[in-house]
């Protein structure tokens, strides 16, 4: 492990050591979503938020999955 521990250190070991199927991380505010439904502020998330069926079939069709590059300035934060 590295001196600077943080979650990349912990996906290596993750991907060094164990025998899964799928490997990666989550945010506890980051979901897969069903791009075809409308998303509101008051939508029900469950409506919208993928099942693992739909999770497991969706990574049949691609290697990797990585978000949308989004460029944040402090301006459009608060």
């Known amino acids: ?3 600077y521990y943080c979650e990349l250190t912990g996906l290596y070991w993750a991907w060094k050591n164990l025998d899964c199927d ?4 989550v945010h506890y505010r980051r979901y897969f979503t ?3 439904r409308p998303y ?3 939508i029900n998330m469950n ?3 993928l099942s693992a069926d739909q999770v497991k ?3 049949s ?17 608060y």
Not at 61 to 77: A, C, G, N, S
């Open 1 to 3: 492990l590295n001196p």
């Open 22 to 25: 799928y490997l990666g991380l």
């Open 34 to 36: 069903d791009r075809n």
């Open 40 to 42: 509101h502020d008051k």
């Open 47 to 49: 409506e919208v938020i």
């Open 57 to 59: 079939e969706f990574m």
């Open 61 to 77: 069709e691609v290697d990797v999955v990585v978000p949308k590059k989004r460029k944040y300035y402090i301006e459009t934060l």
